[in-house]
C-alpha cells in the first residue's frame, strides 16, 4: 500500500488547512487510515483516524473541536481539515494505513507551521 499525502505549509494562528492523503494498491477492505502529528523534538502521535465504516476517534477530545477527520471510500483518500490553527500544532502529519492482521503502512509526511 503506497500513501501520498499533501496540503500542508505555513499558517498564521487562527487559520486553517487541510490535509489529504491518498492510498493505493493492495487495499483491505477493512481498514482504518488516520493522521499522526510530530511536533519537533518529540514523538509521533495519533491526531485520529476513521475506519471503512465511517467510525471516528479522535486521540484528544480538545482536538475534535478544531480537526475533523474524514474519508471517501470510492477514491481511498483520507482528509484531515484544521481549523483555529495554533503554533503547537506545528509539526510534521503523517498519513496512516491499518489492516488486520497486521499491516501497517505510512505516508512520507507532510509539513504544517502555523506561526504566532
Known amino acids: 500500500v503506497q500513501l501520498q499525502a499533501s496540503g500542508g505549509g505555513l499558517v498564521q494562528a487562527g487559520g486553517s488547512l487541510t490535509l489529504s492523503c491518498a492510498a493505493s494498491g493492495n487495499i483491505n477492505s477493512i481498514n482504518s487510515l488516520g493522521w499522526y502529528h510530530q511536533a519537533p523534538g518529540k514523538q509521533r502521535e495519533l491526531v485520529a483516524f476513521?475506519?471503512?465504516?465511517?467510525?471516528?476517534?479522535y486521540a484528544d477530545s480538545a482536538l475534535e473541536g478544531r480537526f475533523t477527520i474524514s474519508r471517501d471510500n470510492n477514491k481511498n483518500t483520507v482528509a484531515l481539515q484544521m481549523n483555529r490553527l495554533q503554533p503547537e500544532d506545528t509539526g510534521v502529519y503523517y498519513c496512516n494505513y491499518r489492516a488486520p492482521p497486521l499491516e501497517i503502512y505510512w505516508g512520507q509526511g507532510t509539513q504544517v507551521t502555523v506561526s504566532s
Open positions: 476513521v475506519t471503512e465504516s465511517g467510525r471516528t476517534n
